[in-house]
């Protein structure tokens, strides 16, 4: 897949993260599926994502017809078929245990279309603990974000051994799409960017580059 044929991005998780990455990429012209299990949340997801929007327009990031195309770009939804169908990437924002993770992304395997790419945004957790449970692991990474996500605009591209290089550039050319500045890091580690200042030497932030380019 091509970052042209990206047009829908699926937000599972309808907390703090997975709520500032649907409307970053809601804000960035895709349309945007917001998934959670409790249709409770979802309404007060509902209520966060305009006060987020507000936010930002109130900061002058984005003017009032920017903010209700972008709101208006996302829907919201606890049945995870309707949440799937037609997805291009998937984000997982849910609690750090590992085997709910692998769960969660090994029932939306058997939901999403062959084409779509999982990423999850876990701060401190080995992704490639769950990532055969995912049905993909050719097509997962880590696509970790930092809050709040249109001002702390550095994102973390995390391939798993398993992960193919044309699922990182991938995800690298989505982020740069979103207004993130990617940083790769080469090798599997728990922790990122906010937490990883020892371990720059595992890390190419330079902004020029693809990581294919890097890994050369």
């Known amino acids: 897949m091509d970052i042209r ?11 703090t993260m997975g709520l500032q990455i649907g409307l970053q990429c809601a804000i960035s012209g895709y349309d945007v599926a917001m ?3 409790e249709p409770a949340a979802l309404d007060v997801g509902t209520r966060r994502l305009g006060a987020y929007a507000a936010e930002i ?5 984005i003017d009032s017809a920017s903010r209700d195309g972008a709101l ?3 829907t919201w939804t606890s049945d995870p078929a309707v949440a799937a169908a037609e997805a291009d990437i998937l ?10 993770k692998g769960r969660i992304l090994g029932e939306f395997n058997s939901l999403c279309p062959q084409r779509t790419i999982f990423t999850t945004n876990t701060s401190s957790l080995l992704p490639s603990t769950y990532a055969a449970a995912t049905g993909r692991p050719d097509r997962f990474a880590a696509l970790h974000f930092h809050q709040p996500v ?3 605009n550095v994102v973390d591209v995390m391939p798993l051994p398993s992960t193919s290089p044309e699922t990182t550039d991938l995800l690298w050319a ?8 990617p940083i ?3 090798r599997e580690s728990p922790g990122y960017r906010s937490s990883s200042a020892g371990r720059a030497p595992a890390m190419s932030s330079t902004p020029c580059t693809t990581p294919s380019t890097a890994r050369r």
């Open 5 to 15: 044929d990206v047009r829908r991005a699926l937000i599972v998780g309808s907390g």
């Open 35 to 37: 998934y959670d299990i």
């Open 57 to 61: 327009v109130a900061a002058g990031r």
């Open 72 to 74: 208006a770009r996302v």
């Open 91 to 100: 984000s997982e924002s849910v609690p750090e245990d590992p085997v709910l």
């Open 150 to 152: 249109w001002s702390s």
């Open 174 to 181: 989505f982020a740069r799409k979103i207004g993130q500045i």
């Open 184 to 186: 790769f890091v080469r």
